[in-house]
T-cell receptor, first 111, second 113 residues
Framework: AQSVAQPEDQVNVAEGNPLTVKCTYS??????LFWYVQYPNRGLQFLLK??????LVKGSYGFEAEFNKSQTSFHLKKPSALVSDSALYFC?????????FGDGTTLTVKP | NAGVMQNPRHLVRRRGQEARLRCSPM?????VYWYRQLPEEGLKFMVY????????ESGMPKERFSAEFPKEGPSILRIQQVVRGDSAAYFC???????????FGAGTRLSVL
């Protein structure tokens, strides 16, 4: 069985500060890891992915994520948050064709 | 290249009626996924299909729900005899292969009265 955990339902940061949205996973085998963002009343949009290679992955809108195999984590980060980054963020794991999503973390960036 | 198209965007049904949700994947994508999102909750996997085949339906309720992805035409998620608990947003995603980026449609919001 595979699982994804996003331990924080909500993350609040001030504009201009760094942000981290946490994600841990459990899977047998090599994971393919993704981050998606969802704005209100919209579908999910792809942000970035880790398949293999460099543990630091850079994605859209200045986001990056670090794959840590020993800690089974794939935290999403951004050096300087924008108000427009406020949205719902999902971490996802794909293995053997099956995708599992975390429950999502609501990021609120305050001016 | 049009994105993933879902219709209708909003669907209202009375208890006991049938709901049919349609999903046209992106051009060239042969893998389709259906997810359900309840209010204030995350995304729950329902079913994964390739053309004419159901690959994984472990997230589908055993009764009243079915999905297909025919050789021609869109993928259909069918819910028979809907109940109020079926009210949710249903999202479809497509990808060119397994472990690829999934491209999501805007969803169908089903309301059961």
């Amino acid at each position: 069985a595979q699982s994804v955990a996003q331990p924080e339902d909500q993350v609040n940061v001030a504009e201009g500060n760094p942000l981290t949205v946490k994600c841990t996973y459990s899977v047998s085998g090599n994971p393919y890891l993704f981050w998606y963002v969802q704005y209100p009343n919209r579908g999910l949009q792809f942000l970035l992915k880790y398949i293999t290679g460099d543990n630091l992955v850079k994605g859209s809108y200045g986001f990056e994520a670090e794959f840590n195999k020993s800690q089974t984590s794939f935290h999403l980060k951004k050096p300087s948050a924008l108000v427009s980054d406020s949205a719902l963020y999902f971490c996802a794991l794909t293995n053997a064709g099956k995708s599992t999503f975390g429950d999502g973390t609501t990021l609120t960036v305050k001016p | 290249n049009a994105g993933v198209m879902q219709n209708p965007r909003h669907l209202v049904r009375r208890r006991g009626q049938e709901a049919r949700l349609r999903c046209s994947p992106m051009k060239g994508h042969s893998h389709v996924y259906w997810y359900r999102q309840l209010p204030e909750e995350g995304l729950k996997f329902m079913v994964y299909l390739q053309k004419e085949n159901i690959i994984d339906e472990s997230g589908m309720p055993k009764e009243r729900f079915s999905a297909e992805f025919p050789k021609e035409g869109p993928s259909i998620l069918r819910i028979q005899q809907v109940v109020r608990g079926d009210s949710a947003a249903y999202f479809c995603a497509s990808s060119p292969g397994t472990a690829d980026i999934q491209y999501f449609g805007a969803g169908t919001r089903l309301s059961v009265l």
